[in-house]
């Protein structure tokens, strides 16, 4: 029983971290001077991790049932225990989502870095055939 109340109370207490750091980064983007697809970014990012982070104290708080949920005869046991595989798993998927939200946005800013790249070389040359052109 002990170790049930320790894995809770550190499964909580990791929730309040988490929510406390997703807060906290929200803070300092909304006071830093970037582009509003950065800002869209980080809020959607926010919502996900403010969200995956309140089902693991969820899941820990529930996790305190689970001494009671020994018997598999029980209508209860199943119902906790599905419950339970259902939380772990929908942690799995907002994990999933935020991979690919970040992976879609950092490709569109690696294709804008790549286009500000082009325009600037082609600066360059267009400037280098004027110089070389005028003598």
Not at 33 to 62: E, K, N, Y
Not at 72 to 87: I, K, S
Not at 110 to 124: A, N, P, V
Request: proline letters at 3%.
């Amino acid at each position: 029983m002990t170790s049930v109340v320790l894995t809770a109370s550190g499964l909580v207490l990791l929730s309040l971290f988490l929510i406390y750091s997703d807060f906290k980064k929200w803070r300092a983007l909304c006071r830093a001077d970037v582009d509003p697809t950065r800002i869209s970014f980080g809020r959607r990012q926010m919502r996900r991790r403010i969200f995956s982070s309140s089902l693991i104290g969820i899941v820990g708080i529930a996790l305190l049932g689970s001494p009671w949920m020994l018997e598999p005869r029980q209508n209860q046991f199943w119902w906790y225990w599905a419950g339970m595989l259902m939380m772990v798993m929908l942690l799995g998927v907002m994990a999933c989502l935020d991979v690919l939200d970040s992976v879609r946005y950092f490709r569109n800013v690696q294709h804008q870095l790549l286009l500000k790249r082009q325009e600037s070389l082609g600066g360059l040359r267009d400037g280098d055939a004027g110089i070389q052109e005028s003598p």
